[in-house]
T-cell receptor
Framework: AQKITQTQPGMFVQEKEAVTLDCTYD???????LFWYKQPSSGEMIFLIY??????QNATEGRYSLNFQKARKSANLVISASQLGDSAMYFC???????????FGTGTSLTVIP | KAGVTQTPRYLIKTRGQQVTLSCSPI?????VSWYQQTPGQGLQFLFE???????NKGNFPGRFSGRQFSNSRSEMNVSTLELGDSALYLC???????????????FGNGTRLTVT
């Protein structure tokens, strides 16, 4: 079975500071993808960043980077230089290359303080 | 390229009624998935369609059904609505890029269903 765990229900960060959102996963598959999504209060799920299990380098997309530690099965999201617009729910997700389903964590609510 | 379009954005129904939600995927995407999101249960997978065939189904009762058309548009139907069906229903599309690369889901804005 595949499982995603996000242990931080809520996080606060000062504007312009960096913040790390934790995500651990469990799978027996060798080939899989890890994803982070942002969900503002409007409801839309916005794709942020992707990391393949065979990628040797950590993924980066602008202010977002994914700290991928395969042996520890963790895929933490790092947001640098936080902005007020970063306040939202953040979901970690995984899908194996052979699977038909994405598995989502329970999410972390991030609040950026001015 | 237009994103995933879901209609309607909001719906209010009464118990016992049925509802149909619509989803148009990103052009070229052949896979469409549906998720139910509630504060208590989080994101729960309903089903996935690919080329008009249901490939995978979550743990929901038979009142929840779906289909996909030849143009990849998808509909989801919920019959005999219950109060607990009140939720945000999210549709997402994706494409298969190549073996070894898992393509992301691209979500629509969702349909917020309220059952009274």
């Amino acid at each position: 079975a595949q499982k995603i765990t996000q242990t931080q229900p809520g996080m606060f960060v000062q504007e312009k500071e960096a913040v790390t959102l934790d995500c651990t996963y469990d799978t027996s598959d060798q080939s899989y993808g890890l994803f982070w999504y942002k969900q503002p209060s409007s409801g839309e799920m916005i794709f942020l960043i992707y990391q393949g299990s065979y990628d040797e380098q950590n993924a980066t997309e602008g202010r977002y980077s994914l700290n991928f530690q395969k042996a520890r099965k963790s895929a933490n999201l790092v947001i640098s230089a936080s902005q007020l617009g970063d306040s939202a729910m953040y979901f970690c997700a995984m899908r194996s290359d052979t699977g038909n389903q994405f598995y989502f964590g329970t999410g972390t609510s991030l609040t950026v303080i001015p | 390229k237009a994103g995933v379009t879901q209609t309607p954005r909001y719906l209010i129904k009464t118990r016992g009624q049925q509802v149909t939600l619509s989803c148009s995927p990103i052009s070229g995407h052949r896979s469409v998935s549906w998720y139910q999101q509630t504060p208590g249960q989080g994101l729960q997978f309903l089903f996935e369609y690919f080329s008009e065939t249901q490939r995978n189904k979550g743990n929901f009762p038979g009142r929840f059904s779906g289909r996909q058309f030849s143009n990849s548009r998808s509909e989801m139907n919920v019959s005999t609505l219950e109060l607990g069906d009140s939720a945000l229903y999210l549709c997402a599309s994706s494409q298969k890029i190549r073996q070894g690369v898992v393509s992301p889901l691209h979500f629509g804005n969702g349909t917020r269903l309220t059952v009274t």
